[in-house]
T-cell receptor, first 112, second 116 residues
Framework: EAQVTQNPRYLITVTGKKLTVTCSQN?????MSWYRQDPGLGLRQIYY???????DKGDVPEGYKVSRKEKRNFPLILESPSPNQTSLYFC???????????FGSGTRLTVV | AQSVAQPEDQVNVAEGNPLTVKCTYS??????LFWYVQYPNRGLQFLLK??????LVKGSYGFEAEFNKSQTSFHLKKPSALVSDSALYFC??????????????FGKGTKLSVKP
C-alpha cells in the first residue's frame, strides 16, 4: 500500500530535549515536505525537499532541522524543543507536479 | 505571492441539504487547486483537484468543486450533505512553476458540521 509513515504518533517531551520525528514514504517520490497544523492557522510549511540532499526552508523553519540522505526518508529534528513547538505535525510526499500530496497520519507533539 | 482564503471558519448544514465550502486564491499564472479533508484524529485526505480542463471537477465521496477564474474561486460543493461529512476541509493552491514549485499553500481550514 502506498503510504507515508510517521513516527511517533504522539510524543510528550520536555523543553530542550532533542527529538526526531521520522517520516518514510514507499512511493519513490522525490518531493517531501513537513507541515505543522495549529488551530486557526491551518497548515504551515516548515521545510521541504525536492530530492536527495536538496532541502529548503518553508514558511516557519525556525527551531527545526531536516535531512534527506535517501529518497524515502525525511526526518524532522528539533534540537532544543520549546513549548511554542507544541503542535500537530504532518509529513507529506508528492509525485509529479500536478499530483496532490500524500500525507502521513500526523505526530502530535507536546513540549512541557 | 500565493495565498488561499477560506472566509468561513465554520459551516453548518442540515443533513440532506446542499453544502458549499468557499475558497478563493491568489497565484501568478494558472493555478493548481486542491481540496483536502481531515477527519478527527486523522491525516489529510485528498478529495479533488483542478489542473486544467473542465471547470467542474468531481472528487471523492460525492464532492465536486467549481473553478471560476474570473472570481479566483474554487468552492467545494455537495448536493446532499451527510452527517459523516462533518470534518475539517482545507483548500490549497500551487503555482505551476517558480522557485518553490510544488509547494502547496493551504487555507486555514473550514469546519463543516452536518446535523441530523
Amino acid at each position: 500500500e502506498a503510504q507515508v509513515t510517521q513516527n511517533p504518533r504522539y510524543l510528550i517531551t520536555v523543553t530542550g530535549k532533542k527529538l526526531t520525528v521520522t517520516c518514510s514514504q514507499n512511493m519513490n517520490h522525490e518531493y517531501m515536505s513537513w507541515y505543522r497544523q495549529d488551530p486557526g492557522l491551518g497548515l504551515r510549511q516548515i521545510y521541504y525537499s525536492m530530492n536527495v540532499e536538496v532541502t529548503d526552508k518553508g514558511d516557519v523553519p525556525e527551531g527545526y532541522k531536516v535531512s534527506r540522505k535517501e529518497k524515502r526518508n525525511f526526518p524532522l529534528i528539533l534540537e532544543s524543543p520549546s513549548p511554542n513547538q507544541t503542535s500537530l505535525y504532518f509529513c507529506a510526499s508528492r509525485g509529479p507536479p500536478n499530483y496532490g500530496y500524500t500525507f502521513g497520519s500526523g505526530t502530535r507533539l507536546t513540549v512541557v | 505571492a500565493q495565498s488561499v482564503a477560506q472566509p468561513e471558519d465554520q459551516v453548518n448544514v442540515a443533513e440532506g441539504n446542499p453544502l458549499t465550502v468557499k475558497c478563493t486564491y491568489s497565484v501568478s499564472g494558472n493555478p493548481y487547486l486542491f481540496w483536502y479533508v481531515q477527519y478527527p484524529n486523522r491525516g489529510l485526505q485528498f478529495l479533488l483537484k483542478y489542473i486544467t480542463g473542465d471547470n467542474l471537477v468531481k472528487g471523492s465521496y460525492g464532492f465536486e468543486a467549481e473553478f471560476n477564474k474570473s472570481q479566483t474561486s474554487f468552492h467545494l460543493k455537495k448536493p446532499s450533505a451527510l452527517v459523516s461529512d462533518s470534518a475539517l476541509y482545507f483548500c490549497a493552491v500551487r503555482a505551476p512553476y517558480g522557485g518553490s514549485q510544488g509547494n502547496l499553500i493551504f487555507g486555514k481550514g473550514t469546519k463543516l458540521s452536518v446535523k441530523p
